[in-house]
């Protein structure tokens, strides 16, 4: 029962590139959540899917950003035209219910650490 | 703004003497807390949660204390062990939300 899978697990690209983060949550939960982390800062939110459905994007950046968690396959996050401030660890965590509550949070991935350069 | 903020960004123990981590919270609607650990170039794990409607959880050698006047949390570890060196988050959550905010860590080194 394999944990949340995240791929890359670093991944380069040059500034004006395209970045594709993928995550498969783990093996019987829906709910599939993307954060962000920068160097020196706590995790932040970015958005919360269900399959086929954003739920909540209100952490996403307004532009360049995009994720999607189709029917079949893993979770992408995408980010177009990188500059160096996305430069950080995304972790992609998911949970059997809405909230990651019942006593076990979340489960998250080993991340992606993204480097712009 | 950080509605979730670890002030102390370093915390150094004995091994099995006790360390305690502080929490403090901005928003009076959290009602689930939680504490994970990480270690580097891994993902945070979950270590214990709590709800505001209880003020204490224990689990093992982990033991999360909630102060809802004060809107402060703290984990108590004992007894400290050096494999509990790693960085600690404690993140919130409220029932209406979709996501849990995080503070920034407190990194705790477990000394032989």
């Known amino acids: 029962n394999a944990g949340v899978m995240q791929n890359p697990r670093h991944l380069v690209r040059r500034r004006g590139q395209e970045a594709r983060l993928r995550c498969s949550p783990m093996k019987g939960h829906s709910h599939v959540y993307w954060y962000r982390q920068l160097p020196e800062e706590g995790l932040k939110f970015m958005v919360y899917l269900q399959k086929e459905n954003i739920i909540d994007e209100s952490g996403m950046p307004k532009e360049r950003f995009s994720a999607e968690f189709p029917k079949e396959g893993p979770s992408i996050l995408r980010i177009q035209q990188v500059v160096r401030g996305d430069s950080a660890a995304y972790f992609c965590?998911?949970?059997?219910?809405?909230?990651?509550?019942?006593?076990?949070?979340?489960?998250f991935g080993s991340g992606t650490r993204l480097t712009v350069v | 703004d950080q509605q979730v903020k670890q002030n102390s960004p370093s915390l150094s123990v004995q091994e099995g003497r006790i360390s305690i981590l502080n929490c403090d919270y901005t928003n009076s609607m959290f009602d689930y807390f939680l504490w994970y650990k990480k270690y580097p170039a891994e993902g945070p794990t979950f270590l214990i949660s709590?709800?505001?409607?209880?003020d204490k959880n224990e689990d093992g050698r982990f033991t999360v204390f909630l102060n809802k006047s004060a809107k402060h949390l703290s984990l108590h570890i004992v007894p400290s062990q050096p494999g509990d060196s790693a960085v600690y988050f404690c993140?919130?959550?409220?029932?209406?939300?979709?996501?849990?905010?995080f503070g920034t860590g407190t990194s705790l080194t477990v000394i032989p």
């Open positions: 993140a919130a959550s409220r029932s209406t939300g979709n996501q849990f905010y």
């Open positions: 709590i709800s505001s409607i209880k």
């Open positions: 965590a998911s949970s059997p219910n809405s909230q990651g509550r019942g006593g076990y949070g979340y489960t």
